[in-house]
């Protein structure tokens, strides 16, 4: 004979969000992103950069590039858009906690605006710290304990009536493993415009990418563009930060000579002093 068992926190929070996206009409598209060299820059820069965060930072710039990736779709009182005004990336992350393997929601402000020195420091707080030391963690535990009507509504009033707080709370883009030891998924649940399904370990230089989009807001050729455009922004701005914090040239590895390599030191202090009002805003939203 078999039992009964109750959801537990966690499980709620994920049928939450299930619940949620099961009304939206998602669809994706998967492909084969070519990383080889962006995983030679990564090997030489100090400290090393999660996969998680050099995907994150090449879609945080698309979705700057693209407006449409901003969007949300709202339905009361009369269907419309509401466009917020920069992006907030909402990434899943996998913690044990009491005893569960959970899922948690971990939030990066802005991260087209923060140096990848900053988000890879985040990341691993969101990682590695206890959960009890995450404000935002601490408060998906503590949603988790609202009887299912309380948090239907507050669900139903962030998609419907607040729409500008729908960044702050769920992202305006998502964040999830794909590819995963051989294994891509075929789409990915959210409640998000886009989620991107990141390959957490690419082999021979190739990355298994997966784009899931609204169809309510992107269509599929510019979803196609979004997804051709975040390959080459990780080949270009992206590794050059990379190579600029490896001390290296970009395309031949080599090392920069002292007085390149005194500039480059130069641009990074005042590209992190440009962007320390920032990386102390996301800091705090942990």
């Known amino acids: 004979m078999g039992k009964r068992l109750s959801f537990s926190n966690g499980r709620r929070l994920v049928d939450d969000v299930i619940r949620v996206a099961n009304r939206m009409p998602m ?26 965060v050099l995907m994150m930072k090449a879609h945080a710039i698309v979705c700057k590039q693209y ?17 917020h005004h920069q992006s907030v990336c909402m990434m899943t992350i996998g913690r044990q906690y009491q005893g569960e393997e959970r899922l948690f929601f971990a939030r990066f402000n802005e991260p087209d605006n923060v140096s990848l020195e900053e988000l890879q420091k985040l990341y691993d707080k969101y990682r590695k ?43 305006t883009f998502g964040m999830s493993i794909s590819g995963h030891r051989g294994a891509l998924g075929s789409q990915h649940l959210g409640c998000n415009t886009t989620i991107l399904g990141v390959d957490p370990n690419p082999r021979k ?23 051709l455009q975040g390959q080459r922004l990780l080949a ?12 290296v040239d970009q395309d031949t590895l080599k090392p920069l000579s002292e007085e390149r390599l005194q500039q480059v030191r130069l641009d990074l202090q005042r590209r992190r002093e440009a962007l320390q009002g920032t990386a102390r805003k996301t800091t705090r939203a942990a």
Request: proline share 7%; net charge positive.
């Open 129 to 171: 710290a206890p959960v009890e030391d995450i404000k935002q963690f601490r408060h998906q535990v503590t949603f988790a304990k609202f009887p299912s009507p309380v948090r239907r509504f507050a669900w139903w009033a962030l998609f419907n009536l607040w729409p500008q707080k729908r960044a702050s709370h769920m992202g």
């Open 67 to 83: 407006p449409m990736l901003r969007r949300c779709y709202v339905g009361f009182p009369c269907a419309h858009l509401y466009e």
């Open 236 to 247: 270009t701005a992206v590794a050059k930060e990379l190579a600029d914090m490896a001390g």
């Open 27 to 52: 669809a994706a598209f998967s492909s084969q992103w070519d990383v080889a060299q962006v995983a030679k820059l990564r090997r030489l820069a100090k400290p090393k950069i999660s996969w998680n």
């Open 205 to 227: 230089g190739v990355a298994q990418m997966l784009l899931t989009f609204d169809h309510q807001i992107v269509d599929g050729a510019p979803a196609t563009e979004v997804f």
